[in-house]
């Protein structure tokens, strides 16, 4: 099991910037990839960024790249997701997702709580 806590959420204007916190505790050691999907009311759950945990490899929806930006803390087992150049279109709850079974970024095991991502015009 792979327990994940997101923090860093919260209110912000367009424009602005924001960054994502993920925390991994349980059988982290197993985690093949980390990554970020989000939920705007009535739209479906949307992947954002991922990255290959040993690697560093990275891979982001086209509605992102060049704005945000995955990273990960190896020794705190942490992920982050830097946003910048928000836009209100960006709002949403972001979720922080693991994959232990294969590579498949599009196809976590593991979800996070989610954190509130709001961004005003």
């Known amino acids: 099991q792979v327990q994940l806590v997101e923090s860093g959420g919260g209110l912000v204007q367009a424009g602005g910037s924001l960054r994502l916190a993920c925390a991994a505790s349980?059988?982290?050691?197993?985690?093949?990839?980390m990554g970020w999907f989000r939920q705007a009311p009535g739209k479906e759950r949307e992947f954002v960024a991922a990255i290959r945990w040993r690697e560093g490899y990275t891979y982001y929806a086209d509605s992102v790249k060049g704005r945000f930006t995955i990273s990960r803390d190896s020794a705190k087992n942490t992920v982050y997701l830097q946003m910048n150049s928000l836009n209100p279109e960006d709002t949403a709850v972001y979720y922080c997702?693991?994959?232990?079974?294969?590579?498949?970024?599009?196809?976590?095991?593991?979800w996070g709580q989610g954190t509130q991502v709001t961004v005003s015009s």
């Open positions: 997702a693991a994959k232990t079974n294969g590579y498949n970024y599009l196809a976590p095991d593991y």
């Open positions: 349980g059988r982290t050691f197993s985690t093949n990839v």
